[in-house]
Antibody, heavy 121, light 108 residues
Framework: QVQLVESGGGLVKPGGSLRLSCAASGFTFSDYYMGWIRQAPGKGLEWVSYISSSGGTIYYADSVKGRFTISRDNAKNSLYLQMNSLRAEDTAVYYC??????????????WGQGTLVTVSS | EIVLTQSPGTLSLSPGERATLSCRASQSVASSYLAWYQQKPGQAPRLLIYGASSRATGIPDRFSGSGSGADFTLTISRLEPEDFAVYFCQQYGRSGLTFGGGTKVEIK
C-alpha cells in the first residue's frame, strides 16, 4: 500500500534552516508529481510547493518563494523540502503529498502523517 | 490567485441528516481542478471527491460532489457518526493550489 513518511521536523530559531524528507513506498515514485502542504496549528491547509515526476517542473507558493527549495531523488524514492530563513509564520505541520493525476498536481490522493515544524526563539 | 470561500463555517446536524457544504470561488474554476477533502482531528486530510464530482477510491456513495464555474457543493446524503469532521475544498490553477477555509460538521 502507498505510504508517505515525513521526517526532519523540529524546533528552529527564526532565520534558521531545516530540511524535511519524505520516504515513499508502495507505488512507482518516479511516475508521480509530489508536493508539500502545510497546516498551521488550528488553521486551514496551505499549499507550499510541488514538483513534477522528473523534477523538471517546480512551483512554489508566494509565501515561501526564494526561501524554500523542493527536490526529489527518484532512485531513493524520496522527496525533500529545504527550508531557509524560517519565520514564525512557517510554524505548521508539513505534509508530504502525492498528486492523484500523475501528469499533474490537480488533487492529492495520498498524504503523509505530517511532521511539525516550530519556528520560535 | 483564486480564493475559495466555504460556507457555512460550522454545520450542526444529527446522524442521519443531510449535509450540504458550499465552496464558492472568486473566479471560474475548471471542474477537473476542484477537489474535496475530509480531515479528522490529529489526522491527515483524506481525498473524497476529485474533478468536482468523482468519488475517490473507497469513498462511500453517500458522498457526492456537484457544481461548475464558481459554485461547487459537497453533499453527504445521510450523516454517519464517522462523518463528523472538517471538510476542505481545493482548486488547482496557474498560481498553484488553494484551499478553502473549511466547514466543520459537528454533532447537534
Amino acid at each position: 500500500q502507498v505510504q508517505l513518511v515525513e521526517s526532519g521536523g523540529g524546533l528552529v530559531k527564526p532565520g534558521g534552516s531545516l530540511r524535511l524528507s519524505c520516504a515513499a513506498s508502495g507505488f512507482t515514485f518516479s511516475d508521480y508529481y509530489m508536493g508539500w502542504i502545510r497546516q498551521a496549528p488550528g488553521k486551514g491547509l496551505e499549499w507550499v510547493s510541488y514538483i513534477s515526476s522528473s523534477g523538471g517542473t517546480i512551483y512554489y507558493a508566494d509565501s515561501v518563494k526564494g526561501r524554500f527549495t523542493i527536490s526529489r531523488d527518484n532512485a531513493k524514492n524520496s522527496l525533500y523540502l529545504q527550508m531557509n530563513s524560517l519565520r514564525a509564520e512557517d510554524t505548521a505541520v508539513y505534509y508530504c503529498a502525492r498528486g492523484r493525476e500523475r501528469i499533474q498536481f490537480w488533487s492529492i490522493d495520498y498524504w503523509g502523517q505530517g511532521t511539525l515544524v516550530t519556528v520560535s526563539s | 490567485e483564486i480564493v475559495l470561500t466555504q460556507s457555512p463555517g460550522t454545520l450542526s446536524l444529527s446522524p442521519g441528516e443531510r449535509a450540504t457544504l458550499s465552496c464558492r470561488a472568486s473566479q471560474s474554476v475548471a471542474s477537473s481542478y476542484l477537489a474535496w477533502y475530509q480531515q479528522k482531528p490529529g489526522q491527515a486530510p483524506r481525498l473524497l471527491i476529485y474533478g468536482a464530482s468523482s468519488r475517490a477510491t473507497g469513498i462511500p456513495d453517500r458522498f457526492s460532489g456537484s457544481g461548475s464555474g464558481a459554485d461547487f457543493t459537497l453533499t453527504i446524503s445521510r450523516l454517519e457518526p464517522e462523518d463528523f469532521a472538517v471538510y476542505f475544498c481545493q482548486q488547482y490553477g496557474r498560481s498553484g493550489l488553494t484551499f478553502g477555509g473549511g466547514t466543520k460538521v459537528e454533532i447537534k
